[in-house]
């Protein structure tokens, strides 16, 4: 356990403003000069430029993030006890939203914005799935594990800290049981009533994709009786929720065989039936090949991977997104839904729906939007730390 903060970290004059704001992250390129060799993970002093103490953060050397900061009180150090009161005023908070009163499954520490940088926790039924990727989190990790104990009880603690964004800090991939027994290969749990699985050891994220849980109500309650397209079905979140709704024949597609795989399970676990085609393709290859059958629909789920995983690659994304929504427009009967998603945080909500409404354009559809959507409130969003919103949605008319 690292102990008290071994070096100060003085900020450059004009660079002072993200910190004093509680913007959480230092970039290396806001740091003057560092007095004292702290070591990855160490708590570090953060001052202005004329030496005034302003923050506390945890160190990383290999990441342009060399800061994450955890208070701004001088009394405050990433000890068991600030660290076990963040994790109960997240559970408070989580047992306060509606969203947990029919569902076992949702976030409970969502990093930053729990006041716990680097921390991912997601609560499926009695098992807890966390994502360690920080260096701070990442000494602290037997830490941190104990208190989750204390704090929620579990019967196991899987962690899937297998996220690109662990390279960023200089730690390695890693996955595994990390407390308790081991749980079923399929830890079952229920949102909003229905009931669903997760793998652990091969799922993507932390197993299920949580931020989506209210969209997939919103979305589902456009469902009746329509022809669905389900794109990046993932394991069927969106479609088991449209068919309990009432969609009468769904196709889901994805590029991943096992997510597919878990489609059919969840529809039988609910006890849904539609007429249910299992796609394994491209996106954006089948879309063109449904134009070509002359295949339409009454409502498309786009709900694509994160596109965008830095600045230089926004040009691309906002091509990609462009590319399926117009092609998905186009697959859409008159007065058609369509609900699309970018979970890319670096493009805000402005641009996709500039980029939408370009697609409409190239479409020469009419789109009128119903609904704007974002994640769900178990994601909260820190106003000191615009970061932490990257989940927008439409749903949205065509004409
Ligand atoms: N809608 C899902 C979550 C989608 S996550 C839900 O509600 O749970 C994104 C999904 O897109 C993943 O399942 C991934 O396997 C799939 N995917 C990524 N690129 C793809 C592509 N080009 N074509 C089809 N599927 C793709």
Same mark, same amino acid.
């Given at each position: 356990?690292?102990?008290?903060?071994?070096?100060?970290?003085?900020?450059?004059?004009?660079?002072?403003?993200?910190? !004093?704001?509680?913007?959480?992250?230092?970039?290396?390129?806001?740091?003057?000069?560092?007095?004292?060799?702290?070591?990855?993970?160490?708590?570090?002093?953060?001052?202005?430029?004329?030496?005034?103490?302003?923050?506390?953060?945890?160190?990383?050397?290999?990441?342009?993030?060399?800061?994450?900061?955890?208070?701004?009180?001088?009394?405050?150090?990433?000890?068991?006890?600030?660290?076990?009161?963040?994790?109960?005023?997240?559970?408070?908070?989580?047992?306060?939203?509606? !969203?947990?009163?029919?569902?076992?499954?949702?976030?409970?520490?969502?990093?930053?914005? *729990?006041?716990?940088?680097?921390?991912?926790?997601?609560?499926?039924?009695?098992?807890?799935?966390?994502?360690?990727?920080?260096?701070?989190?990442?000494?602290?990790?037997?830490?941190?594990?104990?208190?989750?104990?204390?704090?929620?009880?579990?019967?196991?603690?899987?962690?899937?800290?297998?996220? *690109?964004?662990?390279?960023?800090?200089?730690?390695?991939?890693?996955?595994?049981?990390?407390?308790?027994?081991? %749980?079923?290969?399929?830890?079952?749990?229920?949102?909003?009533?229905?009931?669903?699985?997760?793998?652990?050891?091969?799922?993507?994220?932390?197993?299920?994709?949580?931020?989506?849980?209210?969209?997939?109500?919103?979305?589902?309650?456009?469902?009746?009786?329509?022809?669905?397209?389900?794109?990046?079905?993932?394991?069927?979140?969106?479609?088991?929720?449209?068919?309990?709704?009432?969609?009468?024949?769904?196709?889901?597609? *994805?590029?991943?065989?096992?997510?597919? %795989?878990?489609?059919?399970?969840?529809?039988?676990?609910?006890?849904?039936?539609?007429?249910?085609?299992?796609?394994?393709?491209?996106?954006?290859?089948?879309?063109?090949?449904?134009?070509?059958?002359?295949?339409?629909?009454?409502?498309?789920?786009?709900?694509?991977?994160?596109?965008?995983?830095?600045?230089?690659?926004?040009?691309?994304?906002?091509?990609?997104?462009?590319?399926?929504?117009?092609?998905?427009?186009?697959?859409?009967?008159?007065?058609?839904?369509?609900?699309?998603?970018?979970?890319?945080?670096?493009?805000?909500?402005?641009?996709?729906?500039?980029?939408?409404?370009?697609?409409?354009?190239?479409?020469?559809?009419?789109?009128?939007? !119903?609904?704007?959507?974002?994640?769900?409130?178990?994601?909260?969003?820190?106003?000191?730390?615009?970061?932490?919103?990257?989940?927008?949605?439409?749903?949205?008319?065509?004409?």
């Amino acid at each position: 356990m690292p102990s008290l903060p071994s070096a100060t970290v003085m900020l450059q004059q004009g660079r002072e403003r993200p910190v !004093l704001a509680h913007h959480p992250w230092v970039f290396s390129g806001a740091i003057a000069r560092v007095i004292g060799r702290p070591a990855d993970g160490d708590e570090v002093d953060v001052q202005t430029g004329a030496g005034e103490w302003v923050a506390r953060g945890t160190w990383s050397s290999a990441s342009q993030i060399r800061v994450r900061l955890f208070t701004w009180d001088d009394r405050e150090h990433l000890e068991p006890d600030l660290i076990r009161a963040r994790l109960e005023r997240a559970f408070a908070l989580r047992q306060q939203l509606p !969203l947990t009163h029919r569902s076992n499954a949702y976030r409970v520490v969502y990093s930053e914005a *729990d006041g716990l940088p680097g921390l991912i926790v997601d609560r499926y039924g009695d098992d807890l799935v966390i994502q360690i990727l920080t260096q701070g989190m990442a000494v602290r990790l037997e830490q941190v594990l104990e208190l989750l104990v204390q704090v929620f009880a579990p019967r196991s603690i899987y962690e899937r800290s297998d996220a *690109d964004v662990r390279q960023k800090e200089g730690l390695p991939q890693e996955s595994g049981l990390r407390w308790g027994a081991p %749980a079923p290969a399929a830890i079952q749990f229920r949102t909003h009533d229905l009931s669903f699985s997760v793998d652990w050891r091969d799922g993507q994220k932390t197993g299920f994709y949580l931020d989506q849980s209210d969209n997939r109500l919103r979305v589902a309650s456009y469902a009746v009786g329509r022809e669905m397209l389900d794109c990046f079905c993932y394991s069927g979140g969106f479609a088991v929720y449209a068919a309990r709704a009432g969609a009468p024949q769904i196709t889901a597609v *994805d590029s991943s065989a096992g997510a597919l %795989a878990r489609v059919a399970t969840h529809m039988q676990q609910n006890q849904v039936h539609p007429e249910l085609e299992l796609v394994e393709a491209d996106v954006f290859k089948q879309l063109r090949q449904y134009r070509l059958e002359e295949r339409d629909f009454d409502l498309i789920v786009l709900d694509p991977p994160k596109f965008a995983h830095s600045q230089q690659q926004i040009d691309r994304a906002t091509r990609g997104y462009k590319d399926i929504n117009m092609n998905a427009m186009r697959l859409l009967r008159q007065g058609g839904i369509l609900a699309t998603f970018s979970c890319s945080g670096l493009l805000s909500a402005e641009l996709f729906q500039k980029v939408v409404f370009g697609a409409a354009l190239d479409a020469r559809r009419e789109v009128q939007i !119903l609904e704007r959507l974002t994640q769900a409130a178990d994601h909260p969003v820190l106003l000191s730390f615009p970061e932490s919103e990257y989940l927008k949605g439409f749903i949205c008319r065509v004409w």
